[in-house]
């Protein structure tokens, strides 16, 4: 049975939640004072890093997905963890006062002439950012729109910062039976020098660096350099959103080039150099802990049936009244939230995918400026109880067995 099968009968029932005051270790500031912080970051002095990037800086990021980076702060800056919205600007959160965006084995030519492009450029841009940041400083890498649950502090520190601990590299995964291993990138952890972050780093340039250096990350799935069964098929019958004029073929090429930088985190995973002294499948079993993405990024979706407006109509609703029972949709609104706060790491709020489910939660919430925290809301709630309350176990990792290698030779080399 898949994890997305799997999740809605392991999610466990919480019939009572309870909000108490804030805890000591908490920054409870004013917005203002918090944007401020992020705006004007320290140097960095520790790997106690969390990286967020948005090309024009945090002050353009949607409202929605600034309050999930003040979240963020409010919740791991006490334990010394600074929060960093990297940019392309020339101020103090530049991605050029920390990398060498000259440098090949960092960036393709193209990022530091600007001169990337194609449909998803501004993805791209983010994307090409990842790696070096993990590789060089190390912490924590997540997408904006990425909403945090689970006790970082604590699954950091015994595991990637655990000298004990034999995980290295944190990621969401969201394989299934007929293809284990599908890493994701919106969020990722690890310690500088990371080897499987410098064989995907590297991977990553090569593949750019081919036909004497790509603009746009079209078609790089085909290169030669990737070996195996890469995809996996979205039914065309599952389609909801719009077509915007293409074949289910055209739009099935589009996603997979989408997700350029997971093949090449697959790829990694899967390829077998003796020249290099690299295992990927012996590295995913001993070194990767891969959380369930259905379970612990995804679960929303899976609640509300994979409706953004349905998600968005239950969280907007006014919690009842004391002294009224709770309508069915209040009772599902409610589930939503227990469900998440009982059982998820994180809530990851996709603004892709509309082909298949059409406008998701984060893109309506996007759409509809402050929506996601009308006081007495679910969606407050939500919001509330992500910042005051968190869940104090670690997740239990998935069972990332070393699978057969999808590549055995070379893995920045075509023989």
């Known amino acids: 049975m898949s994890p997305g099968k799997e999740c809605l ?14 805890p000591p270790e908490l920054d409870v500031r004013s917005d203002e004072k918090i944007d401020k912080t992020i705006i004007n970051p320290p140097p960095v002095s520790s790997e106690k890093n969390v990286w967020f990037f948005w090309d024009q800086g945090y002050t353009h990021v949607h409202p929605y997905a600034q309050r999930n980076i003040r979240a963020w702060h409010r919740r791991l800056s006490p334990f010394g963890w600074t929060i960093r919205v990297v940019d392309l600007t020339d101020g103090p959160s530049g991605i050029s006062k920390f990398l060498d965006t000259t440098d090949p084995k960092l960036f393709p030519a193209c990022y530091h002439d600007r001169r990337v492009d194609g449909p998803h450029r501004g993805q791209t841009v983010s994307d090409l950012v990842r790696f070096p940041l993990l590789l060089t400083y190390g912490g924590i890498y997540s997408d904006v729109t990425t909403m945090i649950i689970g006790d970082l502090e604590k699954l950091c520190n015994s595991t990637i910062f655990d000298p004990t601990s034999r995980y290295e590299f944190i990621v969401f995964n ?22 499987y972050v410098q064989r995907v780093q590297d991977l990553l340039m090569t593949l750019w660096a081919a036909d004497g250096g790509r603009t746009n990350i079209g078609g790089m799935d085909k290169h ?16 909801k959103g719009e077509s915007d004029g293409r074949s289910f073929t055209e739009w099935q090429d589009d996603l997979w080039d989408y997700g350029a930088q997971m093949t090449a985190m697959n790829q990694v995973l899967g390829t ?19 959380l369930d993405t259905a379970i612990h990024a995804l679960l929303i979706d899976y ?29 599902a609104a409610r589930n939503i939230v227990e ?30 400026v402050g929506s996601d925290d009308v006081v ?39 023989e």
């Open 272 to 290: 077998v150099d003796e020249e290099l002294g690299w295992n990927g499948p012996e590295y995913g079993e001993k070194h990767i802990f891969a």
């Open 376 to 414: 007495g809301t679910y969606a407050h709630w939500l919001r509330y109880a992500m910042v005051h309350w968190t869940r104090i176990e670690n997740p239990t990792p998935l069972e990332f067995k070393a699978q057969k290698p999808l590549k055995v030779g070379p893995l920045l080399r075509v």
């Open 174 to 195: 969201g394989g299934n039976d007929e293809a284990p291993r599908l890493p994701f990138n919106f969020f990722m952890a690890a310690r500088p020098g990371n080897p």
């Open 9 to 22: 009968s392991m999610v466990r029932q919480m019939n009572q939640l309870i909000i108490s005051d804030p």
């Open 303 to 331: 609640l509300a049936l994979f409706s953004g407006a349905r998600a968005f109509q239950l969280l907007s609703l006014p919690l009842p009244k004391e002294g009224t029972a709770e309508t069915d949709d209040q009772k």
């Open 339 to 368: 469900q998440l706060l009982a059982t998820s790491l994180a809530v990851k709020l996709g603004h892709s995918g509309t082909r298949i489910w059409g406008d998701t939660l984060g893109l309506l919430w996007r759409k509809n």
């Open 224 to 239: 030669p350099l990737i070996k195996g069964p890469q995809r996996w098929q979205v039914p065309e019958q599952m389609l």
